[in-house]
């Protein structure tokens, strides 16, 4: 299985994510530069974290007007699984992948540190290697976090289980706790929590590894006859 790392101008969790799918996962990464135009060879699209563009505008903004998203929507669509983290989540929300938008943290504060996060939804590509309700310790490290949308679109939320991680002491002011959410058709998430950094003991929390490995065997289990 082969990931692509999306790197834009400002990313700056680029490496962390390359290192969770090849050293830690042990998968085929790839770094892929923003102007490349073609994600057709990858079998899962991970966009980190960062301050592309330098947060100018709202964070992810500008990215998301690049041509490599129209691409990154093209191949979600077909079912390829898309992750952003942390400034990949904003990409995503900016583009359209996902419903809703990132305001400041209620602090006005930037904040790095662990915190613990309740696995809404097990039953996903992403998280099908943890319990449900499990409590999980992942680090966060970000300025614009506060997750909101409005009553309509939360109660979708619900309703379609999109919920897949909330906070469990809220940090940040995101509406009901919310740390990731997915989409519809179950193929693209975005956590502002960093799973990237929390991939093996040394670093504080292996907890993060979990999700890369549900990508894992998701696909071994789709495309890889007798997994
Ligand atoms: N670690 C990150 O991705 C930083 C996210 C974002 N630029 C913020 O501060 O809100």
Known sequence: ????????????????????????????????????????????????????????????????????????????????????????FQILLEAGLLPGAMLRNKNLKFMCHFEELIVENSNTMFTSAYESKQMISLPIAHGEGNYYCDDATLDQLKENNQIVFTYASNPNGSINDIAGIINEAGNVLGMMPHPERAVESLLGSADGLELFKSVLNNWRETYVAGA
């Open 1 to 88: 299985m082969k990931f692509a790392v999306i790197v834009f101008p400002g990313s700056n969790c680029d490496r962390d994510m390359y290192y969770a799918a090849k050293d830690a996962l042990g998968a085929e990464a790839e770094l892929v530069w923003y102007q490349t135009a073609n994600l057709e060879n990858y079998d899962a699209i991970l966009i980190p974290g960062g301050f592309s563009y330098g947060d100018y505008l709202r964070t992810g903004a500008i990215a998301s007007t690049s041509h490599i998203v129209n691409e990154i929507k093209q191949q979600a669509e077909r079912g390829t699984p898309v992750l952003g983290v942390c400034n990949g």
